[in-house]
């Protein structure tokens, strides 16, 4: 052997200890940075889950000029979130598209829905400490009933938040709604299956004529999330 070939030889091999240290160094350094990115998700822990109910095949009350309730959620859940964004307090939505939230083995509707509330009810679940509001909108066989309704989950500082929120409806946008804050019925699942501070706020009547136009117009729902949003920073 030459001592040209030496030279190559060494050559090569100092080429392939410095391409393994280059490559040694990414993995580290993406490994770091792997680590920061899911480090940052599990660091951010909001302060508000918005919940807009229904969706998917699951369409909830369906209004009188035929409008499914699952979507009007979903719009004033949508304008909500921008708000809170706006205000500095980003929250996390259990849906911002119109799905359903269930398993991929679940075949009925019946299947879909309980698997789609337990999902909700784990999500919740995941950040103890954060406040649920549940976007809903409310129907009654009579036409005549109309106005804000907010319920309460049986847990710590529920009652309260629902009393504010029911409060700033009456004072800021329906003067005329004497309602109070009630206690959430035992048969609505999510509600009753969660430790977080939690309000339902069904926004109004999609069976009475006037209110149901109102709850379509984006002007409207606007004044809605105007004063739940306002009122949730002020309040968690
Ligand atoms: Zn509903």
């Given at each position: 052997m030459s001592g040209g070939d030496r030279g190559v030889k060494w050559v090569r091999r100092g080429l392939k200890v410095f391409v393994a240290v280059l490559i040694f160094g990414l993995c580290v350094w993406w490994g770091t940075r792997i680590k920061q990115v899911f480090s940052g998700v599990e660091v951010w822990q909001p302060k508000l889950i918005l919940d807009a109910g229904h969706g998917g095949e699951d369409g909830g009350a369906i209004s009188?000029?035929?409008?499914?309730e699952s979507e009007i959620n979903l719009s004033v859940t949508l304008k909500l979130e921008n708000l809170l964004a706006f205000l500095g307090e980003p929250a996390l939505l259990m849906r911002d598209t119109d799905i359903s939230l269930h398993d991929a083995d679940s075949v009925t509707l019946r299947e879909k829905k309980v698997s789609d509330l337990k999902n909700r009810v784990r999500i919740a679940g995941e950040y103890p400490a954060a406040v649920l509001v549940s976007i809903h909108q409310n129907s009654y066989p009579e036409q005549k009933y109309h106005g804000t309704q907010v319920f309460y989950a049986p847990t710590n500082g529920s009652e309260q938040l629902a009393q504010v929120v029911q409060q700033a409806m009456r004072k800021y946008l329906q003067p005329e709604n004497k309602r109070t804050e009630k206690k959430i019925p035992d048969n609505v699942y999510l509600m009753n299956h969660i430790g977080n501070t939690a309000i339902l706020v069904e926004c109004g009547f999609l069976t009475n004529p006037e209110e149901e136009k109102l709850l379509q117009q984006e002007s409207y729902q606007r004044k809605v999330v105007l004063v739940l949003g306002s009122t949730l920073t002020e309040n968690i």
């Open positions: 009188l000029s035929g409008e499914k």
